[in-house]
């Protein structure tokens, strides 16, 4: 009997086998297969050899984390790891809440429901927001009169909306579904009553692991279905308190839109709340920031792995990390190295980078609670954390497109804004996060795919760094670094205000090599020295490493900044043989021209976009500038 060959997926392939078969067999030998009927039995079981083959494929893909492709997969792969994925994240706005009751109204103080209704348009919807908690404000005078202040109120984006569950009679361990696959889950709240007559409740919280429950822990636990929705399961008497038939589970939520009502900033409350006669007033606004979508697939695959390595115990940096990434909706991404890694070493101690989420803020509070939830009870002992704030690097570009007007019925203008578009969405996307490189070719690559008409495209960069001035009139020691390979005579700066031997002048900083940086190289170092408004030298004031990019200011004395400026933006090109914008640290083994440079992995490095505004009067140069060049000859 000829060898069957099992290996061909290809349509056409698994035919020819299967006919080269039966032509060996002699009960075959003499049909003609092309055309006889015996073609369509061949084609039949190609074609089901084919299904089910791809099939299996599938199946074994879908077996796999890595190269899962349905989100149920996904999901119920991540379920094996203990990890739930995000749901989707309320965005909050922040407003100063003031109401002035009428004369009837006598209680000194009121409480602001959890339920109170305000109202936010953005691009022609309107988006309902409610206070995050109920608060209660005791009446206040207020230049002369009585009012009710509600500070920094937050409010979040959403409808808050209640289902309740009556459990029956061996249904105690079954698993209740919320309705809504919009749901915010962090805004869950989970009690218990114990029967439709008897109104005592008791509430439920969030649990994920099972080492400090025992049998009366009122908890609950947490899973996404594969419908996409999310369900609450409860103990068993063993790991957490079981439920008892007549039991009615109480669920309230608020469902969201998610990073659609992002950026709403003008927000208004109708209702009637001390009585008639009332004045509310806003204030203080700060627009809602930190809306999410339900977490990708991309991001489960990423994430599951993680968090199932640390098995609740922070042992190594990805532990912290994976640990404090799972605690926080506000966090976007983090960095965690230990003590030996940092430099200089400080040992005995864990460093922590927070990247917040574009429009958040990570509190005090927020790393009290890291602190208190994570180092301390899974993490080892004597080991203290030190929150390092992200040293971040903006790039400069300046973009110069060729495009063939032919090709193309836009405007230039329309051209114009949609690489704008392009680029930021591709900072928002693949920038923007702690350790994160910039690749020139992969930004060249999303322009280019603007339009077909694009025939050139030359991408300048610059970096710039902020420096935070605290200390007015005083002097202060400035170190900073690029971490890359820089250009000399490149260095530019915002104006500012310097004062020496009581004399103040309008400076900016620049450079200048020293006689043994020679091209094409620039090994070395320069003179960083101020500049006045007329163009001359006003003094020497640091130095400048070309190889690596640092910078050194002895004793600035800033006694002003131009417009409404808080920092000195300072800014460079990288060398011309740079080609990408990497986040490595660069450090000299000695401090002399000739000495090595070694790079080191980034720790707290962000690179963002620069979104400086030109202006005359701080001297200020253009973030992102957009060049369109047509061309109508010679196509």
Request: glycine share 6%; aromatic share 8%.
């Amino acid at each position: 009997m000829p060898q069957i060959n099992v290996t061909e997926l290809d349509f056409d392939n698994i035919k020819q086998n299967l006919k080269t078969f039966m032509q060996s067999q002699a009960e075959f030998s003499d049909y003609n297969f092309e055309g006889s009927a015996l073609s369509v039995l061949l084609d039949t079981l190609a074609y089901n050899t084919h299904y089910n083959a791809v099939l299996a494929h599938l199946l074994a893909n879908e077996s796999f984390l890595d190269s899962a492709i349905k989100r149920t997969s996904v999901v119920s792969l991540a379920k094996n790891l203990g990890y739930t994925p995000r749901s989707r994240r309320c965005p909050i706005g922040t407003i100063n809440f003031t109401i002035t009751p009428s004369g009837a109204y006598t209680s000194s103080t009121y409480t602001l429901p959890r339920d109170t209704v305000f109202t936010s348009s953005l691009n022609g919807t309107t988006y309902t927001f409610v206070p995050s908690e109920a608060v209660t404000a005791t009446l206040q005078d207020v230049s002369g009169t009585a009012k009710f202040v509600f500070s920094n109120l937050k409010l979040k984006e959403g409808k808050r909306i209640t289902n309740s569950f009556l459990i029956t009679t061996n249904k105690e361990l079954d698993p209740i579904i919320i309705p809504n696959k919009d749901v915010d889950t962090s805004t869950l709240r989970v009690r218990v009553q114990t029967s439709g007559s008897n109104f005592n409740i008791e509430t439920y919280v969030l649990h994920t692991g099972i080492l400090d429950i025992d049998e009366t822990s009122k908890v609950y636990f947490l899973e996404e279905t594969i419908e996409g929705l999310y369900s609450i399961t409860f103990g068993d008497d063993v790991i957490g308190k079981k439920l008892t038939a007549g039991n009615v589970v109480i669920v309230d939520y608020i469902n969201t839109n998610g990073i659609a009502a992002n950026g709403a900033k003008t927000f208004t409350c109708s209702a009637t709340l001390t009585g008639g006669g009332e004045i509310k007033a806003y204030s203080g606004t700060v627009a809602a920031s930190g809306g999410q979508n339900k977490e990708s697939i991309d991001s489960i695959k990423i994430n599951a792995p993680k968090y199932n390595s640390a098995r609740e115990r922070g042992v190594t940096a990805s532990d912290y990390k994976s640990l404090i990434l799972a605690s926080n909706e506000n966090i976007q991404s983090c960095s965690v190295w230990g003590g030996e890694s940092n430099d200089p070493p400080v040992y005995g101690k864990v460093f922590i980078s927070l990247d917040p989420i574009a429009g958040q803020i990570i509190t005090q509070q927020d790393k009290d609670n890291i602190v208190s939830n994570i180092i301390d009870p899974k993490g080892s002992i004597a080991i203290l954390p030190e929150f390092v704030d992200p040293e971040y690097t903006f790039i400069t570009l300046k973009v110069s497109v060729v495009y063939n007007a032919n090709a193309t019925s836009l405007t230039s203008g329309q051209l114009s804004s949609s690489v704008s578009s392009a680029i930021s969405t591709f900072f928002n996307t693949e920038l923007n996060i702690l350790n994160k490189n910039f690749y020139f070719s992969a930004l060249h690559t999303i322009i280019k795919g603007v339009s077909n008409s694009f025939v050139s495209i030359n991408i300048i960069p610059s970096l710039q760094k902020r420096i935070e001035i605290l200390d007015f009139d005083r002097d202060v020691n400035y170190t900073f670094t690029f971490n890359s390979r820089v250009q000399p005579r490149e260095l530019h700066s915002t104006w500012f205000d310097y004062t020496n031997n009581e004399a103040t002048n309008k400076v900016k900083l620049q450079d200048v090599p020293d006689a043994d940086v020679v091209s094409p190289e620039y090994n070395g170092f320069g003179t960083v020295f101020l500049q006045s408004e007329s163009g001359s030298k006003i003094r020497d004031i640091g130095t400048i490493d070309y190889s690596t990019g640092k910078i050194t200011i002895l004793a600035m004395r800033v006694s002003a900044l131009y417009g409404s400026e808080d920092s000195i933006r300072v800014s460079i090109r990288p060398h011309d043989n740079v080609n990408d914008i990497l986040t490595n640290t660069l450090t000299r083994t000695t401090p002399v021209s000739t000495a090595a440079v070694i790079p080191t992995p980034a720790k707290n490095t962000l690179l963002a976009l620069d979104d400086t505004v030109l202006s005359s009067v701080t001297g200020a140069r253009t973030g992102l500038e957009i060049n369109m060049i047509p061309k109508t000859e010679g196509f």
